[in-house]
Nanobody
Framework: QVQLVESGGGLVQAGGSLRLSCAAS????????MAWFRQVPGKAREFVAA????????YHADSVKGRFTISRDNAKNIGYLQMDSLKPEDTALYYC???????????????WGQGTQVTVSS
């Protein structure tokens, strides 16, 4: 079992930055991938970024490429999502997830956090 707890969300003006954290506990993520998804009420969940925990290989959605960066701290078992140049359309509930593959398909992820709200004002 893996428990995931997100933090770092909040209210920020357009053009600003936030860093989300996802603390993992229960077991090591060395054979897993961690991803960030986001969801707006009434809309489908959207893949944001993923990282293979042991090798550090990353993937970012086109909508955030060049603005968001996913990373991880192996020693602390924490994943991060650095979000720069934020836009109002980035407003959403952001979730971290862990699973065997770093895929854009959320159904591959076994473990999910409760989410942290990010609101970007114009």
């Amino acid at each position: 079992q893996v428990q995931l707890v997100e933090s770092g969300g909040g209210l920020v003006q357009a053009g600003g930055s936030l860093r989300l954290s996802c603390a993992a506990s229960g077991r090591t993520l060395s054979s897993s991938a961690m991803a960030w998804f986001r969801q707006v009420p009434g809309k489908a969940r959207e893949f944001v970024a993923a990282i293979y925990w042991s090798e550090g290989r990353t993937y970012h959605a086109d909508s955030v490429k060049g603005r968001f960066t996913i990373s991880r701290d192996n020693a602390k078992n924490i994943g991060y999502l650095q979000m720069d140049s934020l836009k109002p359309e980035d407003t959403a509930l952001y979730y971290c997830a862990a699973g065997p593959r770093g895929t854009i398909d959320g159904d591959w992820y076994e473990y999910w956090g409760q989410g942290t709200q990010v609101t970007v004002s114009s």
